[in-house]
């Protein structure tokens, strides 16, 4: 029993030291797997390091390559650099020689400019030295005129009476007297008498308010003036250097206005003949002109595309007005010209206040240029005629249209296109371009009637002050008297 429990002893000790070693196999095995697990993640960070290292590598030789290209720019903007430097000097150099010679030119300008102002200087000299002579020899010739017309007179005095004659291609038209009819205005029927003008081309007439003058202006230089009952010469106005696109003689009869292509306006003393004032200023024809009611000022329109206002004592430009558009006629709307009216190429007319140059009102009421104006005493209304065929009466304060006036066949000339009002308002009148004369009756537009008096374009037609006879100017040479 004793052997035998010590055999069962040393069993039990065997046992547990096999159990022992057991689980030492087992820990170690445990520890080799965890250091294969380690080992592995040592391996994988090597080769992560060995690829980064790669790409360092990689790296830094990319950068030595920009290195190595941002030296080589740097050589070649140094070398850039010094050439400009190189050239920046030369251009100084360059610099100073161009000051040298500006600093000359300057000079030599001075002195240029000096001569020019002496020469000037010459120049007005003797540009006023040359119109005093033309106004000198226009004078002359004006004076000769006038004791031609008076000894003219005194011979027609001595002689028996016959009576007032005008002869026409051997055919001869008696002129009745004119005579004031209490009706008021009449529309002409036919031709009683016609003016030679003696001119190649007529462009404008004007009547005197007591009806006793006419005056013709046209592409002559030299503005005539007739006895518009006998149709005798009274004067030849001389002073215009190019021909002239309009006439006006002031409401009192004093003087007379001309337009001129050689960029002046021009005034005559009608009771002696003589040239009285030069209104010099535009840089561009003078198309028309015109005095206001009271004669103080005048206001003239050129191709320069303005309006100047003028002091007719003093012969001085008082206001200038801009346009913008072209003008083709102007006419006043009150006796002071304190308002004026324009016609423009642009279809419309426009409404200005002389003194402040502001525009009033403007409407676009034709379809084409308009050609004139022409305003009522009262400056109320106003007769605009137009390349569109038609011929409107505007209320002056609203430009409203009123009436409308056209004829089958009417045309009006593009140059030189003016209608005109019966002292009564009751009849509009214009002529067309070929020949015909029309007439209509303001308040209803109705054309009246139509004259075939011309063998030329109808260039201005207009009513003595009594509203019985016609005077209406063909483009070639002739004035015809109707009634």
């Known amino acids: 029993m004793g052997i035998g429990g010590g055999s069962m002893q040393g069993t039990t000790l065997a046992q547990q030291r096999i159990a022992d070693l057991e689980r030492e196999v087992e820990a170690l095995k445990e520890e080799r797997t965890a250091l294969y697990r380690t080992q592995g993640t040592n391996a994988q960070r090597l080769l992560d390091l060995s690829d980064r290292m790669r790409e360092t590598d990689e790296q830094m030789r990319q950068q030595e390559l920009e290195i190595d290209g941002s030296h080589e720019a740097l050589r070649r903007a140094n070398n850039k650099l010094n050439d400009m430097q190189a050239s920046l000097k030369e251009k100084d150099g360059t610099i100073q020689i161009l000051q040298d010679e500006m600093s000359a030119l300057q000079l030599e300008i001075v002195q240029i400019e000096e001569r020019c102002g002496k020469l000037q200087s010459e120049n007005n000299d003797l540009v006023k030295r040359w119109l005093k002579k033309m106004n000198e020899e226009a004078q002359k010739v004006n004076d000769v005129t006038h004791e031609l017309e008076l000894i003219r007179r005194k011979s027609s005095a001595l002689s028996p009476r016959m009576g007032t004659a005008v002869f026409e291609d051997d055919q001869f038209f008696g002129l009745s007297p004119m005579s004031a009819r209490n009706g008021g205005s009449v529309a002409p029927h036919s031709a009683v008498g016609k003016i030679d003008a003696r001119m190649e081309e007529l462009h404008s007439i004007a009547l005197s308010r007591n009806g006793e003058l006419l005056a013709v202006g046209g592409h002559s230089t030299t503005v005539k ?3 518009a009952a006998t149709g005798d010469s009274v004067y030849s106005l001389t002073g215009c250097l190019k021909g002239v696109n309009h006439v006006e003689i002031s409401a009192d009869g004093t003087m007379l206005l001309a337009a001129s292509s050689d960029n002046t306006a021009r005034i005559w003393k009608l009771d002696t003949g003589r040239h009285w004032k030069s209104l010099t200023g535009h840089i561009g024809s003078v198309v028309t002109a015109k005095f206001s009611t009271d004669a103080a000022r005048v206001f003239t329109y050129s191709q320069d595309r303005t309006v100047k206002v003028w002091d007719t004592q003093r012969g001085l430009c008082i206001k200038t007005l801009f346009t913008v558009s072209s003008c083709h006629d102007i006419d006043v709307l009150d006796s002071a010209g304190a308002r004026i009216v324009t016609a423009h190429m642009d279809n419309s007319i426009r ?17 084409e240029q308009v050609m004139s104006v022409c305003a009522n005493r009262s400056g109320t209304r106003i007769l605009t005629n137009s390349c569109d065929g038609t011929l409107k009466f505007v209320d002056a304060s ?9 004829a089958a066949g009417y045309r009006p000339s593009r140059n030189w296109a003016r209608a005109s009002l019966s002292p009564d308002e009751r009849f509009a009148m214009a002529g067309s371009i070929d020949g015909k004369l029309y007439v209509w009756d303001v308040n209803s537009g109705d054309l009246v009637r139509s004259l075939d008096v011309h063998k030329s374009p109808v260039c201005d037609a207009l009513w003595d002050p009594t509203g019985t006879r016609v005077y209406s100017a063909e483009k070639s040479r002739y004035i015809m008297i109707l009634q």
């Open 225 to 227: 003036v007739f006895d």
């Open 351 to 367: 409404v200005w206040d002389s003194s402040s140059g502001k525009k009033l009102r403007e409407a676009a009421i034709h379809k």
């Open 398 to 406: 609203t430009l409203e249209v009123l009436t409308v006036m056209s």
